[in-house]
Structures are given as C-alpha cells and as structure tokens.
C-alpha cells in the first residue's frame, strides 16, 4: 500500500529515490547495478504512490562495465553523445553576468556552466546549510540537485518526528522544496537529450524518463505543475 504524505515514510521513501538518482547521475554504477537487480526504483515509486505514472526500469539489469560506460560516454567524455547534466544548459536565454573561462561554454550564449539556475539553487542549499557532495560539488549538476532534494526530505523528516531547537520549520523545508522542484522542470529536456544519445546502453534513456516522472510527480505534490509535454 502506497504510503501517505503525512506518514514520515513518505518522506523517507522520497529521500531514498533521490538518494539513489543522484548517487547514479554522480557516476555509482554500483548502486545502479545493484538498485536494477533488486528492481530499487519500481519497488520505491510502488510504495510512494499508485499515481506515480513512472517507467519501470525492469529488464535494464546489465553488468557494471557495460553501465560505466555508458556513463563516460553520455556524462563525463565530452563529445557527439555528450549529454551535459547541468541545468544552465538547457536555458534558452544566456546570463547577462556570465564571465568564466570554461571551455563548454562562452560568455553571451546560452548553456553556460554556472548560469542563473545554478545561483539559485546555491542560494536554497545556503538557506539550510546544505553543501553538495555528489556532482562535483557543483549546484547546477543533476547529481547535486537531486541528492538537495533527498537532503530536504530527511530533514523534514528529522523535524517532524524528532522535533528541534534550530529556527528552520517543516513548513520552511517545503516551501524551499517547492521552490527548487519549480526550477528542477529543466530535467525534462535533459531527459530528452539522454533518450535521443542513449543507444548502446539504453538504461540511461530509462532512467532519465523515470526521472522526470518522479520529479514531475513530486512536484505535483508540493502543488507545483509543470507545463504538459510538447
């Protein structure tokens, strides 16, 4: 039976699938592995909520080497099936302050490294003391974005059953949450660009879609819609 959104399971099964997304978009194909064979991801989203129209990753239970690279080729190598898993690269508009020498990426042009979502999500994980471990430590990474939303699940959760003295309330992590899922609506054209690339492995279209699904649905969750799919 799926959990309810007042039962701290919710919240402790939410914290779980992040945890196990952005341990993945990190490059742990370990836990990837690992999370396919004991079929994680369909188990989690089954107890979260019968709505939760994800994809199954069934079936996608390949061995780790072939997983590995997978994940060089689409995040790490860049190249023709580079997939960037940075939020500032699938804005339409480039940051008028833009000044770096990275070189993704130029001043003036849309896409670059640390653009504008990256800024606000740095000033969220500033608001709760969060500082990213996954994802180079940078806020505009997949990795990093989604391990701040499981960050903010087990805090609320902390909060709830345990009470504490600190001035942060349940109520301020999830207006912070519904802020940071507005912005994480970016994951869909990220999803679209790693099914468009993801031919040798497949897994990775997979779990891009079910990304999405399960961002989409929390975000409903906090009341936030995202626009409908072209």
């Given at each position: 039976m799926a959990v309810t959104t007042s039962d701290p399971e919710f919240d402790r099964a939410r914290a779980q699938v992040y945890d196990l997304l952005s341990a993945v978009f990190d490059g742990d194909?370990?836990?990837?592995?690992?999370a396919l064979q004991d079929r994680a991801f369909d188990e989690l989203a089954s107890a979260l909520s019968a709505d939760l129209d994800a994809?199954?990753?069934a079936g996608h239970e390949l061995d780790r080497s072939a997983l590995e690279f997978g994940y060089d080729t689409l995040f790490e190598v860049p190249g023709s099936h580079y997939v960037p898993p940075f939020a500032s690269a699938y804005v339409d508009e480039p940051t008028e302050s833009y000044d770096s020498?990275?070189?993704h990426h130029e001043g003036g042009e849309a896409g670059e490294l640390y653009?504008?979502?990256a800024a606000r999500m740095a000033d969220r994980f500033e608001r709760v003391g969060y500082s990213p471990e996954?994802?180079?430590?940078?806020?505009d990474h997949v990795a990093a974005q989604l391990g701040f939303m499981a960050a903010l699940s087990r805090t609320k959760l902390q909060l709830t059953v345990e009470g504490t003295d600190e001035p942060i309330t349940p109520e301020a992590i999830r207006t912070i949450a519904t802020d940071a899922l507005t912005d994480?609506?970016?994951?869909?054209?990220f999803a679209e660009a790693v099914a468009a690339t993801d031919a040798s492995v497949g897994a990775f279209a997979r779990l891009a879609a079910f990304t999405v699904a399960f961002v989409r649905w929390d975000a409903a969750?906090?009341?936030v819609y995202w626009s409908d799919p072209v």
């Amino acid at each position: 039976m799926a959990v309810t959104t007042s039962d701290p399971e919710f919240d402790r099964a939410r914290a779980q699938v992040y945890d196990l997304l952005s341990a993945v978009f990190d490059g742990d194909m370990v836990v990837f592995e690992r999370a396919l064979q004991d079929r994680a991801f369909d188990e989690l989203a089954s107890a979260l909520s019968a709505d939760l129209d994800a994809p199954t990753l069934a079936g996608h239970e390949l061995d780790r080497s072939a997983l590995e690279f997978g994940y060089d080729t689409l995040f790490e190598v860049p190249g023709s099936h580079y997939v960037p898993p940075f939020a500032s690269a699938y804005v339409d508009e480039p940051t008028e302050s833009y000044d770096s020498s990275s070189t993704h990426h130029e001043g003036g042009e849309a896409g670059e490294l640390y653009g504008e979502p990256a800024a606000r999500m740095a000033d969220r994980f500033e608001r709760v003391g969060y500082s990213p471990e996954l994802g180079e430590g940078i806020p505009d990474h997949v990795a990093a974005q989604l391990g701040f939303m499981a960050a903010l699940s087990r805090t609320k959760l902390q909060l709830t059953v345990e009470g504490t003295d600190e001035p942060i309330t349940p109520e301020a992590i999830r207006t912070i949450a519904t802020d940071a899922l507005t912005d994480l609506e970016w994951v869909e054209g990220f999803a679209e660009a790693v099914a468009a690339t993801d031919a040798s492995v497949g897994a990775f279209a997979r779990l891009a879609a079910f990304t999405v699904a399960f961002v989409r649905w929390d975000a409903a969750e906090h009341g936030v819609y995202w626009s409908d799919p072209v």
